[in-house]
């Protein structure tokens, strides 16, 4: 008798807890989000004596179930609920502008590449008040798509991607430009004593943002949009050397050919271009110049300069070249306020303004 009781028994508490987990729900989430940084570590409880529960990768899915204060407690897709900080959430919003982003970015034209100077921030939009996307670590390659100047907001300057003076004022200065360093430290020397005019507002300052795309160490690529200081650009030799004592500031480059050295050699030959002056100018670019190598003197020569420019990115090179092998590129100039497209062609190292296909005066070089 006892042995049927016990045996109904558990019989009754496997029906209980079947239809308990049958008709059972758990509460609905608040809402969808992702992971936002490389590694989330979820916690046991939003208070500050806690114990690691699990962790999340980037883009990883979660449920959000509550929120308190600046902590969220999210589930993951394993069911595995746990406590994290908000600034480590990526909203669902979000995420799909992040992912038409870089599919739209995977379309443009690399317009030059580079590598992060420091640890960056990448955000979703221009700005240092936009979202920020992911930081990325120091030394990451990156692909450089579009730049566009954004005003610096006063409110902004004293957040992370703010720099001390002196090293902002180094990034303006050519290389080996003490003179202008000294100068510029000088000026703010000046500028921080009383003015006369108290009422005096300082001229709004802009800065270069570059929508990149970020190669990860995970093989991923991440695209969105970094402070252009925070970017040291991989300039092939001797390119650099040549702008500097042209003058000009390197913002983008990129190879036209290549021909043959009397050594064997497959040698690029560039075009190189840049402006003159601080960031954050309404132009790419303002100044053009074309390197070809000369066979009899083994070394780069100035082929083209151009130094009356308003470019804007991206510039296109079409993939068949003309007659000859000729060589064609072409891009937007607002020099005169409104787009007008500029076409040149290259004829071995001879380089040309085209006007209505055909060949303008070759423009000489100057030094």
């Not at 300069?305 to 804007?312: A, F, Q, T």
């Amino acid at each position: 008798m006892i042995r049927k009781v016990l045996l109904g028994s558990a019989l009754l508490l496997v029906l209980v807890v079947a239809l308990y987990v049958r008709f059972h729900h758990s509460a609905p989430p608040l809402e969808r989000a992702y992971a936002g940084s490389r590694t989330v570590t979820l916690y046991s409880t939003s208070a500050q004596v806690r114990e690691p529960v699990t962790t999340v990768s980037f883009g990883d899915p979660l449920e959000v179930l509550q929120r308190f204060q600046n902590q969220v407690k999210v589930r993951t897709a394993g069911g595995i609920v746990g406590w994290i900080e908000e600034n480590d959430l990526l909203s669902a919003d979000l995420w799909e502008t992040l992912k038409d982003l870089e599919a739209k970015s995977a379309t443009m034209p690399v317009v030059a590449r580079g590598h992060t100077r420091v640890l960056s921030n990448l955000h979703i939009e221009p700005g240092r008040d936009s979202p920020r996307v992911r930081q990325l670590n120091k030394d990451i390659p990156l692909d450089m798509m579009a730049r566009q100047p954004e005003l610096v907001v006063a409110a902004s300057v004293s957040n992370a991607e703010s720099e001390p003076a002196d090293e902002a004022a180094s990034e303006n200065a050519q290389p080996g430009d003490r003179k202008s360093a000294d100068r510029k430290s000088k000026e703010r020397t000046s500028k921080s004593k009383p003015d006369a005019n108290p009422d005096t507002k300082p001229a709004p300052k802009k800065e270069d943002w570059w929508l990149v795309r970020a190669h990860m160490s995970d093989q991923t690529i991440l695209a969105g949009w970094l402070l252009g200081r925070f970017v040291e650009l991989d300039v092939p030799p001797p390119l650099p050397d040549y702008a500097t004592s042209a003058g000009m500031r390197i913002v983008a480059w990129t190879e036209l050919s290549r021909v043959t050295s009397t050594a064997g050699k497959p040698m690029a030959q560039y075009l190189l271009l840049g402006t003159h002056g601080p960031e954050g100018q309404p132009c790419d670019f303002t100044a053009l110049r074309v390197y070809t190598w000369g066979r009899q003197k083994e070394r780069y020569e100035t082929a083209f300069v151009e130094s009356n420019v308003c470019g804007k990115f991206p510039v296109l090179k079409p993939q068949t070249g003309g007659p000859e092998g000729d060589i064609t590129f072409t891009f937007l100039d607002y020099s005169n306020g409104s787009p007008d497209r500029r076409t040149y062609q290259m004829h071995q190292t001879i380089v040309r303004l085209v006007k209505d296909g055909n060949a303008a005066k070759a423009r000489k070089r100057t030094h």
